[in-house]
């Protein structure tokens, strides 16, 4: 029996039979519930379904199913590209449990946790997940989109190392793996289908190792005028023939005239180098000699590190904003687009390059649906905008005249390959916006 546009009685429902909270969009904790990282776009559900155990995520499918009601997942908010219109929003973050076996080298992840705590699981057993650069974000959504990780070309995408997914619907919850390879593809690249919701990931861990880790910073002129491209040329010439033990990515960012910046970056333009490799810190040096070349670094904080200490690799916040982001997966560095590189970044925009190759070009051992293996590099930018407010969506057309950076990307877009999903986020329109997020 269908009970539509009934939110109270779907709300009655789901309290008794959800051991979570069931949030109306005026009580008390609602809007906590249904805050995230990304603060460009704003849940605007009927209800808050908070789940506390797998038990929870079916009932509250399967209520909203008879309710003919829609329903959006949502952990972290890292990777956002749309907010609920009505419905029911249903909160991952109770469901944060890892655990690790270290005879297996892998670690059970339930959908809601994020990759700091997989860390801090892994750690002292020595071994590393194969997370990325921001430690906040949710595991399991991350292998949706593949997963670039922090030592990336040496060790592949994030989805290469998941075995397992425990999938729920509202008519219960299955194992997806290797015995299931349609789904299992979908899963690593696509992510869930509308009516799924993983609610545990099983995923293989690697040895920590001997890593190096940090920066190298140049600054390449003032913020209001066109910066001197030489390092991103640099940093194209150097990438050509790297080992895969090294990942590496440039960051090009002008940063504007404010006193509470440091002197040194106020009203500048930086390139930074970020660097991640796996060996020694002879090897370290050898191989970051042509950067160190280029001239006297205002940054050079490549130096032995726990891989706990991943911040310190990129060196980029992880509080909320609100922000835009879009990206061309490129097979190769068009000189115009190096060239504009440095000129066209943007006060309060971001550009960076990544050096993918290595294990990330390695065909997948079991097939998926990961988009960038056939690619050299990822160009990606972030562009900071104005929080959505409360009060009446604003018009999809308003918020996509907000994104600037799309200009950054043209000059590489010949040599485009494709689009990476993970890297797509923030309020504009989508052809195709995904059913869960869970990042």
């Known amino acids: 029996m269908s009970h539509q546009n009934d939110p109270a009685r779907l709300a009655a429902d789901l309290s008794r039979a959800l051991e979570g909270p069931v949030l109306r969009p005026e009580d008390p904790g609602a809007a906590e519930e249904s805050a995230g990282f990304q603060l460009g776009l704003r849940h605007r559900p009927d209800l808050v379904a908070g789940a506390r155990n797998a038990a929870d995520v079916r009932a509250t499918l399967r209520l909203a199913g008879t309710y003919g009601v829609p329903v959006t997942v949502h952990n972290t908010g890292h990777g956002m590209r749309a ?254 687009g190096l060239d504009s590189l440095a000129r066209l970044t943007g006060p309060m925009v971001i550009t960076n390059i990544r050096h993918l190759g290595g294990a990330l070009a390695d065909p997948p051992a079991v097939p998926d649906t990961v988009m960038g293996r056939d690619a050299r590099y990822l160009v990606a930018t972030v562009s900071e905008v104005e929080p959505e407010l409360p009060g009446p969506a604003p018009e999809p057309a308003a918020a996509h005249d907000q994104f600037g950076p799309a200009r950054v990307l043209e000059p590489f877009a010949a040599a485009r390959v494709g689009v990476s999903r993970s890297f797509s986020v923030g309020p504009r329109p989508r052809t195709s916006p995904t059913p869960q997020e869970q990042a």
């Open 83 to 336: 907010a609920a219109d009505g419905g029911v929003l249903l909160t991952l973050r109770r469901l944060d449990a890892v655990t690790v076996d270290p005879a297996t080298a892998t670690a059970q992840v339930a959908g809601g946790a994020t990759w700091d705590q997989v860390i801090t699981a892994a750690a002292p057993h020595g071994l590393v997940p194969p997370s990325g650069s921001l430690g906040g974000v949710g595991a399991v959504g991350y292998t949706f989109g593949g997963g670039i990780g922090l030592l990336g070309r040496a060790d592949g995408w994030a989805a290469d190392h998941v075995r397992a997914f425990t999938v729920v619907t509202g008519d219960g919850d299955r194992e997806v793996g290797p015995d299931d390879p349609e789904d299992f593809a979908r899963l690593r690249g696509s992510g869930p289908a509308p009516g799924e919701v993983v609610t545990r990931m099983t995923v293989g861990l690697l040895p920590e190792g001997p890593l190096q880790g940090g920066g190298l910073a140049f600054d390449i002129g003032p913020s209001d005028a066109d910066g001197d491209p030489e390092v991103p040329h640099a940093f194209h010439r150097w990438t050509a023939d790297l080992p895969r033990a090294l990942t590496a990515t440039l960051r090009v960012m002008a940063f504007p005239q404010l006193d509470q910046l440091p002197p040194h970056l106020k009203g500048r333009r930086i390139a930074r180098v970020a660097v991640a490799l796996r060996g020694t810190p002879e090897l370290a040096d050898q191989l970051l000699a042509p950067l160190r070349e280029l001239g006297n670094p205002i940054e050079d904080s490549v130096a032995p590190m726990r891989f706990g200490a991943y911040a310190r690799v990129h060196a980029e916040p992880d509080d909320a904003g609100a922000f835009i982001g879009e990206n061309l997966l490129v097979d190769a560095l068009t000189p115009q």
